[in-house]
């Protein structure tokens, strides 16, 4: 189920840096290097095959934007901020 505007709000108070742009929960991470960055996608990876739920992606050198949006529902939903919050715990692991 699409979350509603006031819902989806609510989930971004707790969900660090994440923002919706064009309908989609957005964030960019920055890393120290491409290897760092690369292992944070692959941990996603991972995480998010589990899960059967996938981002859409972009890497440039130390930088991955990430964007999800739950296709089949047409909206942003709670696997999408189940996957946002599973990301950013990922991305804190990581040593800068």
Do not use: C
Not at 5 to 21: A, F, H, T
Not at 22 to 44: C, D, H, P, R, Y
Not at 51 to 72: A, C, F, K, Q
């Amino acid at each position: 189920m699409i979350l509603s505007n006031k819902q989806l709000n609510e989930y971004l108070e707790d969900l660090n840096g994440w923002s919706v742009v064009n309908e989609k929960l957005s964030k960019t991470f920055k890393f120290s290097n491409f290897i760092q960055a690369f292992g944070f996608m692959t941990q996603v990876a991972i995480t998010s095959e589990a899960m059967d739920h996938h981002p859409e992606w972009s890497n440039v050198y130390n930088r991955v934007e990430i964007n999800l949006v739950t296709h089949s529902e047409g909206g942003i939903t709670k696997l999408d901020i189940e996957l946002a919050m599973k990301v950013d715990s990922i991305s804190s692991s990581i040593k800068p």
